[in-house]
């Protein structure tokens, strides 16, 4: 079946340094990719929706300069979090799927990020 | 996308079947109903989808009802295994935003 690589499952790092966590689709092209958030017992909250070759679309009250986007290719988008503070620690989800009415998503494992 | 409601916890015993109930009252006709769940520290993971009719797969049952404003998830034979957090959504498009909402924690009691 489709699968979503998420890249690194875990980082630990120092507070203004810049984090970046790779999502790849890796036997299909996804056109559209999404990242999540998720803080301990709670439930996953859209962050963005990264389109391919256009700028991505962010929720209300997610910063865009903060929380880097990149859909260079049919299969692989990158988040960034720059300047990473520890309020910015969290697990971190993407997810991608085939294009089409009914098609299901798949959510990569997740990266959990620690900053220090 | 329409908005969801599910119980926040049930309990259920091992080897019994796990009825988890999902409320869509506002869903749309060309909306899906999707199940994943998850498993404290991972993605995710797909279990079933329908529209209108009722589904089942190697995990589990979807039974819609005909109205479509209600669903329910069936895990036939739950194993301890099936202790996570199930969460319902209906979305119609794989363009469409997938918003969660708070799921529903299964904890399968031996």
């Known amino acids: 079946g489709a699968v979503v690589s998420q890249h690194p499952s875990w980082v630990i790092c120092k507070s203004g340094t810049s984090v970046k966590i790779e999502c790849r689709s890796l036997d299909f092209q996804a056109t559209t990719m999404f990242w999540y958030r998720q803080f301990p017992k709670q439930s996953l909250m859209l962050m963005a929706t990264s389109n391919e070759g256009s700028k991505a679309t962010y929720e209300q009250g997610v910063e865009k300069d903060k929380f880097l986007i990149n859909h260079a290719s049919l299969t692989l988008s990158t988040l960034t979090v720059t300047s990473a503070h520890p309020e910015d620690s969290s697990f971190y989800i993407c997810s991608a799927g085939r294009t089409g009415e009914g098609e299901k998503l798949f959510f990569g494992s997740g990266t959990q990020l620690s900053v220090l | 996308d329409a908005k969801t409601t599910q119980p926040p916890s049930m309990d259920c015993a091992e080897g019994r079947a796990a009825n988890l109930p999902c409320n869509h009252s506002t869903i749309s006709g060309n909306e899906y109903v999707y199940w994943y769940r998850q498993i404290h520290s991972q993605g995710p993971q797909y279990i079933i989808h329908g529209l209108k009719n009722n589904e089942t797969n190697e995990m589990a049952s979807l039974i819609i009802t005909e109205d479509r404003k209600s669903s329910t998830l069936i895990l036939p034979h739950a194993t301890l295994r099936d202790t996570a957090v199930y969460y319902c959504?209906?979305?119609?498009?794989?363009?469409?935003?997938?918003?969660f909402g708070t799921g529903t924690s299964l904890t399968v009691i031996p």
């Open positions: 959504i209906a979305r119609a498009n794989t363009g469409n935003q997938f918003y």
